[in-house]
């Protein structure tokens, strides 16, 4: 929603996240997508190669980004097994 408001305002935004559905149904202009579990959209902790390639796709959508509404997956994975997607479920 922040996103759409400075949007709005002419300040250009991308958003960095791992809920894809949640924030693609909220509309904003440009989306970098990291299939990463909750609160890691910007790479894996103590992984500076990595998040230094998502930074670098986010601002590059600044540039590039031709429609409203884009979203761009991040090139990484979290883990082969992706177990960790159905812990995220578990209450």
């Given amino acids: 929603m922040t996103a759409r408001h400075l949007e709005a305002a002419g300040i250009p935004t991308v958003v960095m996240g791992c809920a894809k559905d949640l924030v693609e149904h909220c509309g904003v202009p440009r989306f970098t997508w990291s ?21 670098e796709i986010a601002l590059t959508m600044l540039e590039r980004a031709a429609f409203p509404r884009t979203t761009v997956a991040t090139p990484f994975v979290w883990s082969e097994d992706h177990g960790w997607k159905a812990d995220f479920w578990k209450t």
């Fill in 35 to 55: 299939d990463f579990p909750l609160g890691n959209s910007c790479g894996r902790p103590n992984d500076p190669e990595s998040q230094r390639t998502i930074l």
